[in-house]
């Protein structure tokens, strides 16, 4: 089954900078990479998803990369802020279905 | 815009008890997830349903089992309840047009077991 690593698992910025996190999938099959944000007692939120039909997706400051022959996924936030800070997670498809699985996430601190 | 409700948001049990866990997805969605999430770990794939039809299985112990109404909503049950089982419960829901697409998460339902 599919299997996602995700780094790092801790990121401190300072506003203003760009913050990258890195995610590995093992299933070639794939073909589906969204990435949610998760706050203090709340539910997973999606920010921004990308196929597999598709290198790059932007919105406003955050964008994701895929590189399929890598078989990675990439998360950029761009002119970071202080609400940006949370804890970040990138998932596939679970065993081909429309479940997902989840990285270890990401915390991101930014601090002002 | 109506988002994933779930009750109830907090419960706390006593070892070998039983719990139920309440779902109700966006209006027109037609598939439920369930999932477990500890404290400070990723959200684990418990089980989903489409079309009030179980669709995949996730690592849901057998302890545990789940249906999707007719009206949609969904309920996790949890008998036997263990020390481990405290944790974050999501529900997420989505509406199947093909492949995968956005699911919406709820708030979450936090359980405690004593």
């Known amino acids: 089954g599919e299997n996602v690593e995700q780094h790092p698992s801790t990121l401190s910025v300072q506003e203003g900078d760009s913050a990258v996190i890195k995610c590995t999938y093992s299933d070639s099959a794939s073909n589906y990479f969204p990435w949610y944000k998760q706050e203090l007692g709340k539910g997973p939120q999606l920010i921004i998803d990308?196929?597999?039909?598709?290198g790059e997706k932007k919105d406003q400051r955050i964008a994701v990369t895929l590189n399929k022959t890598a078989k990675h996924f990439s998360l950029h936030i761009t002119e970071t802020q202080p609400e940006d800070s949370a804890v970040y997670f990138c998932?596939?498809?679970?065993?081909?279905?429309?479940?997902?699985?989840f990285g270890k996430g990401t915390t991101l601190s930014v601090s002002s | 815009a109506a988002g994933v409700i779930q009750s109830p948001r907090h419960l706390i049990k006593e070892k070998r008890e039983t719990a139920t866990l309440k779902c109700y997805p966006i209006p027109r969605h037609d598939t439920v997830y369930w999932y477990q999430q500890g404290p400070g770990q990723d959200p684990q794939f418990l089980i989903s349903?489409?079309?009030?039809?179980?669709?995949d299985k996730g690592s849901i112990p057998d302890r545990f089992s789940a249906q999707q109404f007719s009206d949609y909503h969904s309920e996790l049950n949890m008998s036997s309840l263990e020390l481990g089982d405290s944790a974050l419960y999501f529900c997420a829901s989505s509406l199947y047009i093909g492949g995968n697409t956005e699911a919406f998460f709820g708030q979450g339902t936090r359980l405690t077991v004593v």
């Open positions: 998932a596939a498809p679970y065993q081909a279905g429309t479940a997902l699985i």
């Open positions: 990308i196929r597999s039909n598709v």
């Open positions: 349903f489409y079309e009030k039809m179980q669709s």
